[in-house]
């Protein structure tokens, strides 16, 4: 018991949840980690009698997630969208999950603005509803108008959700610790990496001002776009724990039987919202990750509108050009592409390739058929991040959350029309990616990047070496080097570095060539004469380098 007390400050709730584990058929755990002894005998007693074992193991954690409250909810919800760390099956059902938690009254929506705002209602708003529009585990919102005449939507925490939360995770660390060192086969899940990503993840919803600032950033990626939408938010408004920004009069996404009375023709604004998700994944690296269809809306001016920007995603380049191989690979039914993209994902050596190239070869087989009308991209992607879970190929979470996205979005089409074709809608742009990447720009940016690492790599290398003889001198294993080895290293710094600098002064005077090609007037071979003379002094000194280059290696050999 007093290990338990060191671990866990809240035994009633350590309790309450064992309980629940217990009367929905998860005795066995219990039975393995130990806690049994926690459970009040009546209970169970009770639950031996009641117990509900006619349902599958997925429908008794769903039930048992929603019976046990809002953090355990938020969990769910959160293992619903990474097939990268639990099986499909499981996926599936957490889907069903319903955050569906009653609304605190207006008298506490009151004392929070008040705390946090430091002014009345009536001080700050000209009109406020007192019902919410939304209500879930974190906040509920309510329409409210501004003095100055704003619609907004007003976004308030729950009151001491943040302490709930912090003991409910600080009991699931406890729990998971437990799993891991008791039950061997759990360990290939990593249950305590899970509850510290969900902790991580649940801090930084929690945080409105984080929120805000991610806003922000996507008004700014998409200023003057004419088919994406995203709300102002008001900062005057904005605290840690009360979020104020425009508010969006739109129809949901998901929403089809409303946007076929409101005849309005959903395609075009589907193939809308593909290309802003894609250009927020490839072109921004910095993605809206949550993929709740509620979370997209439909404007009344045509547009695709994004709300609640508490958890995002973010590529950086490696990221993004693996993603893109990856989703390239799939279109275009490639799977040697997909495979090693996956292990350049994971960052292993697959062991059984070739099987897995056998499997992947198998789920692309329908992409082969001339009519792809019937093909789904989210349930190949599906398969895909099944076959990396059961290969043990762990793949980032930003992928998973786009991957997401991607097949929310094509389930929503599917269900508007029948025919639609994520493959044929996304191809030209992912297309454009590639071929983007052979670009004399790209391939420019990419060799000055690779300079600049050489070139701090060549002038970081004496003093690493210096400092590493320096170790081995000092420690009990001694290294004899003759003063000629010391010598030959020296002069291939010095070598190494003089390379760089010719290459470094190579691309300089290219750039002004390039720059000042449109300047001044023709003096040689139609070309201004700074133009000419940097074109010259380049060629010159990229033949003085290549003639050095050739000359020492016919001395090595």
Do not use: C
Not at 54 to 78: C, D, M, N, Y
Not at 395 to 418: H, N, R
């Amino acid at each position: 018991m007093f290990k338990i007390v060191k671990e866990v400050r809240d035994i009633n709730r350590l309790r309450e949840i064992l309980t629940v584990l217990f009367e929905e058929g998860f005795d066995f755990l219990i039975e393995k980690i130990r806690l049994r002894h926690n459970i009040p005998l009546t209970k169970r007693v009770k639950a031996r009698i009641e117990q509900k074992k006619a349902f599958s193991i997925e429908k008794r954690l769903r039930l048992t997630l929603e019976r046990l409250g809002p953090t355990f909810i938020k969990f769910g919800q959160v293992l619903s969208v990474r097939p990268d760390l639990i099986p499909k099956s499981y996926i599936k059902e957490l889907e069903k999950l319903q955050d569906s938690v009653p609304a605190f009254s207006y008298e506490i929506v009151k004392q929070q603005i008040r705390k946090e705002l430091g002014k009345d209602i009536n001080g700050l708003f000209s009109s406020f509803e007192k019902k919410p529009i939304a209500s879930a585990s974190i906040s509920q919102v309510h329409k409210a108008v501004l003095k100055d005449g704003k619609n907004a939507a007003v976004k308030i925490q729950r009151p001491d959700v943040k302490k709930i939360m912090e003991t409910d995770i600080e009991i699931m660390f406890y729990v998971a610790k437990l799993l891991e060192s008791r039950i061997p086969k759990i360990r290939k899940f990593f249950p305590v990496k899970i509850i510290e990503e969900f902790s991580n993840w649940t801090e930084k919803e929690l945080d409105f001002k984080r929120e805000a600032m991610n806003a922000k950033l996507f008004a700014k990626n998409f200023s003057g776009s004419g088919t994406v939408k995203i709300p102002e938010v008001y900062v005057d408004f904005t605290t840690s724990k009360i979020l104020t920004m425009e508010f969006i009069d739109g129809i949901e996404l998901h929403n089809i039987q409303e946007i076929k009375r409101e005849k309005i023709d959903l395609l075009p604004l589907l193939n809308n919202g593909f290309d802003a998700i894609l250009t927020q994944v490839f072109v921004h690296g910095f993605f809206h990750a949550d993929p709740h269809p509620g979370n997209i809306l439909i404007t009344k001016d045509k547009k695709i509108a994004f709300v609640d920007f508490g958890i995002v995603g973010h590529f950086d380049e490696e990221l993004k050009l693996k993603s893109i191989d990856l989703f390239y690979g799939v279109i275009i039914n490639n799977p040697e592409t997909i495979v090693t993209t996956l292990a350049d994902l994971g960052g292993i050596e697959i062991e059984n390739r070739e099987e897995l190239k056998y499997e992947i070869s198998d789920l692309l087989e329908p992409l082969q058929s001339s009519d792809i009308t019937n093909v789904k991209i989210s349930r190949i992607l599906e398969e895909i991040l099944d076959l990396a879970l059961s290969h043990g190929i762990k793949i980032p979470m930003p992928f998973v959350l786009f991957g997401k996205t991607i097949i929310t979005l094509e389930g929503i089409a599917l269900e508007y029309d029948p025919k639609f074709n994520i493959v044929e809608n996304s191809k030209p742009f992912i297309e454009k990616l590639v071929s983007q990447r052979y670009s004399p720009v790209y391939q420019f940016n990419q060799i000055m990047k690779n300079m600049l690492k050489f070139k701090r790599f060549a002038e970081q290398l004496p003093e690493q070496t210096t400092r590493a003889l320096k170790k081995i001198e000092k420690g009990t294993i001694k290294v004899d080097i003759e003063d000629t080895d010391i010598k030959k290293l020296s002069l291939e710094i010095d070598r190494s570095g003089n390379r760089v600098a010719y290459s470094m002064l190579i691309a300089a005077l290219l750039i002004v060539g390039a720059l000042t090609i449109g300047f001044g007037k023709p003096f040689i071979l139609n070309v201004p004469l700074i133009t000419f003379m940097s074109f010259l002094a380049a060629f010159i000194l990229s033949i003085i380098l290549f003639v050095s280059i050739l000359r020492e290696e016919n001395l090595i050999k």
